[in-house]
C-alpha cells in the first residue's frame, strides 16, 4: 500500500544521508576541484585571503607615528602565493644626508629590510641619486641572502638629483608592470627633503611611504610635505630605527 514510511525507517534513512554528506566533506578535494566548504568556512576564506598573520612594519610603524601602540596600528602582508611584489627604494646620498650620520643609519635600515625582504622572497630595486645623477643600484631581483658587499661600498655628496631619480623610478615599474601586470609595486623614498622644488608622485606605484632623514636643528618638514603631495605614508627614520632596535631586541 501506499502509506508513510515508519518513523524507524526515516530515521535511519537520515542517519546514512548525514553520514554520507559528512564523509564529502571530509573527503580531499582531486586537482581543480572545490572543496566543500560550509557557508560560514566560505565567508572566512573570503575576509581572510587577502592578508595573512604576518606584520608587516615599515607599514605598521608608520601608522602608529608617535601613538601608543594599539592593534589598530598594525598592518598584515599580503598572503604568501597572492601577488608578487617589488619594493622599489630611492636612496638620498646627497652632502646634507652625511651630516649626523644619517646616510649611514639609511644604509643600516637598509640592510635590515633586504633580510626581511629575503625570509619573504620578494624582489627589490635600488636607486641612488646625489651630484647630478641618478642610477640603478641594483636591478629589480630576488633579494640575496648576503647583501652587505652592495650597500657598504654607498657613499653621498653633491647635489640631491630627485626628479632624475622618480623619472628613472617611473621607467623601471613601467617596464615590470609591462611584464608583470599584477605586481604590487611599493616604492619607498628615504631623504632629509633637502631641495628646492617637491618631487612630483612617481607612476605606476600601488603604495609609497616617505622616511624622513631631517634632523637639522631648524627643520623644514619637506619630507613630510612630500608624503602629503603623494597621499604616501610618513614615518621619520629616528622612530623606525628606535622601534625596529626595540623588536629586534625582544
Known amino acids: 500500500?501506499?502509506?508513510?514510511?515508519?518513523?524507524?525507517?526515516?530515521?535511519?534513512?537520515t542517519q546514512r544521508y548525514k553520514a554520507t554528506a559528512d564523509k564529502k566533506a571530509l573527503k580531499p578535494a582531486a586537482v581543480g576541484e572545490q572543496p566543500v566548504q560550509s557557508e560560514g568556512q566560505a565567508r572566512t576564506?573570503?575576509?581572510?585571503?587577502?592578508?595573512?598573520?604576518?606584520?608587516?612594519?615599515?607599514?605598521s610603524l608608520s601608522k602608529k607615528a608617535n601613538q601608543p601602540w594599539q592593534m589598530r596600528h598594525l598592518q598584515f602582508k599580503p598572503r604568501a602565493?597572492?601577488?608578487?611584489?617589488?619594493?622599489?627604494?630611492?636612496?638620498d646620498c646627497s652632502a646634507?644626508?652625511?651630516?649626523?650620520?644619517?646616510?649611514?643609519?639609511?644604509?643600516?635600515?637598509?640592510?635590515?629590510?633586504?633580510?626581511?625582504l629575503y625570509k619573504q622572497r620578494s624582489e627589490l630595486a635600488v636607486i641612488v641619486f646625489a651630484g647630478r645623477h641618478a642610477r640603478v643600484l641594483q636591478k629589480p631581483q630576488r633579494v640575496a641572502a648576503f647583501n652587505q658587499c652592495w650597500i657598504e661600498p654607498i657613499t653621498g655628496g653633491g647635489g640631491s638629483p630627485v626628479a632624475s631619480a622618480i623619472d628613472l623610478a617611473e621607467q623601471?615599474?613601467?617596464?615590470?608592470?609591462?611584464?608583470?601586470?599584477?605586481?604590487?609595486?611599493?616604492?619607498?623614498?628615504?631623504?632629509?627633503?633637502?631641495?628646492?622644488?617637491?618631487?612630483?608622485?612617481?607612476l605606476h606605484t600601488d603604495h609609497c611611504l616617505v622616511v624622513d632623514f631631517e634632523s637639522a636643528a631648524l627643520r623644514l618638514g619637506r619630507a613630510g610635505l612630500i608624503a602629503?603631495?603623494?597621499?604616501?605614508?610618513y614615518i621619520h627614520a629616528e622612530t623606525l630605527a628606535a622601534d625596529a632596535e626595540q623588536l629586534n631586541g625582544r
Do not use: F
Open 45 to 59: 576564506r573570503e575576509v581572510g585571503s587577502a592578508q595573512s598573520t604576518a606584520i608587516h612594519w615599515p607599514r
Open 81 to 91: 602565493g597572492g601577488a608578487r611584489q617589488l619594493h622599489c627604494l630611492l636612496l
Open 228 to 233: 602629503q603631495a603623494w597621499a604616501a605614508d
Open 96 to 116: 646634507s644626508m652625511l651630516k649626523d650620520q644619517n646616510l649611514a643609519l639609511a644604509k643600516g635600515l637598509l640592510m635590515q629590510w633586504t633580510r626581511q
Open 1 to 13: 500500500m501506499g502509506g508513510d514510511a515508519t518513523p524507524g525507517r526515516a530515521d535511519s534513512n
Open 172 to 202: 623601471l615599474m613601467a617596464q615590470v608592470r609591462r611584464q608583470a601586470p599584477d605586481k604590487q609595486l611599493h616604492l619607498c623614498l628615504l631623504t632629509d627633503g633637502r631641495y628646492s622644488q617637491l618631487p612630483r608622485r612617481p
